[in-house]
């Protein structure tokens, strides 16, 4: 075939006969992925707002701790536990932004990992971080064609 006859042109423009069909498909997938991103983000917005709940909390006597479901060990030996309705708050290091969450508790009372205590009320949700690299620079020392060395300093 000629690419410049009639026929050519012919085939070139020519559609599928499930044109139409595909092209609902397609706009069918779209909806689909939109309402999941949607449902995504209202809970993200919601989780965003709490920054407290309440939860069923486990209490070891013996041990000497609280969490939402008692240890192996605890009930293997038969300690006293006691199990109740506790507030579960979320709070951040500000220095390091380690997160941490107490129950029944104002704030949190040990250390972060960093050996700071600037600790501050966050929500439910985390950020996420990105995964490429970050940077942080300053524009006066952003050098578009790089360093200039000696051989053709000035030229």
């Known amino acids: 075939l000629d690419p410049h006859s009639e026929e050519w042109k012919r085939v070139a423009e020519a559609k599928s006969s499930h044109y139409d069909e595909a ?3 397609e706009l069918a997938r779209q909806d689909r992925y939109f309402d999941r991103l949607e449902k995504k983000e209202q809970l993200q917005e919601k989780m965003q707002s709490v920054k407290e709940i309440k939860v069923n909390v ?3 006597k013996q041990c000497a701790y ?3 479901s008692a240890n192996k060990r605890c009930y293997a030996e038969n300690h006293k536990l006691v199990k109740w309705k506790a507030t579960k708050r979320f709070y951040e290091c500000q220095n390091c932004r380690h ?3 107490t129950y029944d508790q104002m704030f949190p009372t040990e250390q972060c990992r ?3 205590a600037n600790y501050r009320r966050t929500s439910m949700y985390r950020e996420k971080q990105s995964k490429g690299p970050q ?3 300053n524009a006066s020392e952003l ?3 790089g360093e200039e060395h ?3 300093l000035n030229s």
Do not use: I, S
């Open 114 to 116: 960093c050996g700071k």
């Open 143 to 145: 050098l578009v064609r």
């Open 66 to 68: 609280t969490a939402p």
């Open 23 to 25: 092209k609902l498909e």
């Open 58 to 60: 486990v209490q070891c």
């Open 135 to 137: 940077y942080e620079w």
């Open 150 to 152: 000696g051989l053709f």
């Open 99 to 101: 997160r941490a969450a």
